[in-house]
């Protein structure tokens, strides 16, 4: 059962402390003068929230984009690609048992199926489409652990990102807890590896950006901010302390993609998210990109 999962601490972790979130600027990095995004500090200021953003396309747009933010559900593509990874296409068809023990809130799936269990493929449509705790979870388990999936991700070449423990607790995101973290830039940059790069061969790369594309938690964060007729591969994440999340990429109609990477927290641990921080966030990132 997954209550019995090893989390296998980090060697190192210790010592990997989250940046001290002293004041920083906005910056986009189209030419050699670094721009301030003003927007972006009032959407702080009117929301009563801190925001991270990391956006690569023609240029780069930076905001507290190395500073740390719980990471919450965005985890779970990760823990998608992570498997496929490590395995042939034919170990999606292996079935996964698990208990009612296993399930928690968030198993919108996966509680239609404890008698049976769920193939692979399946837990990482439930995992990444519908945020599906449990198939999250399962996935962690196929990989030995959290930090199997952290060393995945320093394989990926992000030295950043870090899974100490699985659902609920990672969605606890108390601000200054390094553990379950990532940053903007990092976590941004691993999909941009998965969904635009040659880190997964073809046939994977493409079963995991189905995926991400049919996604049906973000109607209101990223996609609600892009040009209509836009294509969106996204994953979300939410937690305690107003955390909402979504990394995308977006192709834009006519356009270059963009990787859209934003992050959010506010100060209380009962506080509310609000998605239209992330829609009106992403407008400006694509007014300002394209």
């Not at 941004?188 to 995926?211: C, I, N, S």
């Not at 996604?215 to 836009?230: L, M, N, W």
Request: proline share 6%; charged share 25%; glycine share 8%.
């Amino acid at each position: 059962m997954l209550k019995t999962l090893a989390l296998l601490p980090l060697a190192g972790c210790a010592a990997n402390q989250p940046p001290a979130l002293a004041p920083t600027t906005t910056t986009t990095t189209t030419s050699a003068t670094p721009v301030r995004h003003d927007a972006l500090f009032e959407l702080e200021k009117k929301f009563d929230a801190r925001l991270g953003v990391y956006a690569a396309g023609v240029g780069t747009i930076e905001h507290r984009a190395d500073e740390r933010f719980a990471f919450c559900s965005t985890f779970k593509g990760l823990a998608a690609a992570a498997v496929l990874h490590r395995n042939p296409m034919t170990h999606l068809d292996t079935v996964i048992t698990y208990t009612e023990a296993d399930l928690m809130k968030s198993s919108a799936i996966t509680k239609q199926h404890v008698q049976t269990g769920m193939k692979l493929r399946d837990l990482c449509d439930a995992a990444v489409r519908f945020s599906d705790g449990t198939a999250g979870n399962l996935l962690l388990r196929d990989l030995g652990g959290p930090a199997e999936l952290t060393r995945y991700l320093r394989e990926l070449g992000d030295n950043e990102t870090r899974m100490d423990r699985v659902e609920p607790a990672i969605t606890e995101a108390t601000p200054g807890d390094p553990r379950d973290t990532a940053t903007p830039r990092s976590l941004g940059t691993d999909y941009q590896r998965l969904v635009l790069g040659d880190a997964l061969p073809p046939e994977k790369r493409d079963f995991l950006k189905d995926l991400l594309e049919r996604s049906v938690t973000g109607a209101k964060r990223i996609r609600a901010g892009v040009p209509q007729g836009s294509k969106v591969a996204s994953k979300t994440g939410t937690g305690d302390y107003g955390t909402a999340n979504d990394i995308a990429v977006v192709w834009p109609p006519g356009r270059e993609p963009i990787l859209i990477a934003i992050m959010s927290s506010r100060s209380s641990a009962d506080a509310k998210y609000d998605e239209a921080l992330i829609a009106e966030a992403t407008a400006y990132v694509v007014k300002t990109l394209i």
